[in-house]
């Protein structure tokens, strides 16, 4: 099912439920990369199994972000409520994402400059 159809028949507040029980099992595993969605970090419970780990968050300035959800809101509910919303929970969730244990400023550089500084910085 997806995000969309989920948060549809169940709800947002369903969804992260889900979320938070997925994350705990994962969390269990051994040498993965789990990428999350920009919401994960809401639950204080996802925060303290990321900070177990090295909790990586990419930042990127509003802008860019912006322009990545224009392209591809589809499939994602919270990103189609318009700007001032995405703004709203972008400035919110900041406080959360800088709790992270390595932040990397990326703009628009490539994946593989990113993935660099990321390799970099967990020397």
Same mark, same amino acid.
């Given at each position: 099912?997806?995000? =969309? +159809? ?5 709800? =947002?507040?369903?969804?992260?439920? !889900? ?5 705990? =099992?994962? /969390?269990?595993?051994? +040498?993965?990369?789990?990428?999350? %969605?920009?919401?994960?970090?809401? /639950? ?12 990586? !968050? ?7 972000? $912006?322009?990545?959800?224009? +392209?591809?809101?589809? %499939?994602?509910?919270?990103?189609? +409520? %318009?700007? #001032?919303?995405?703004? /709203?929970? !972008? ?5 959360? !994402?800088? $709790? /992270?244990? &390595?932040?990397?400023? &990326?703009?628009? #550089?490539?994946? #593989?400059?990113? &993935? $660099? ?7």
């Amino acid at each position: 099912m997806t995000i =969309e +159809k989920i948060f549809l028949r169940f709800g =947002e507040g369903w969804f992260r439920q !889900y979320e938070s029980k997925f994350l705990a =099992e994962l /969390a269990r595993s051994e +040498k993965i990369v789990v990428s999350l %969605g920009g919401g994960a970090i809401l /639950a204080d419970a996802n925060r303290q199994i990321l900070k177990r780990g090295h909790w990586i !968050y990419l930042d990127v300035p509003f802008s860019v972000l $912006q322009h990545r959800l224009n +392209k591809n809101s589809r %499939g994602r509910p919270l990103a189609r +409520k %318009g700007t #001032d919303i995405i703004l /709203a929970l !972008y400035r919110r969730r900041q406080f959360l !994402y800088r $709790q /992270a244990s &390595c932040i990397i400023r &990326c703009g628009t #550089d490539r994946p #593989d400059f990113i &993935c $660099q500084k990321i390799m970099n910085r967990l020397k």
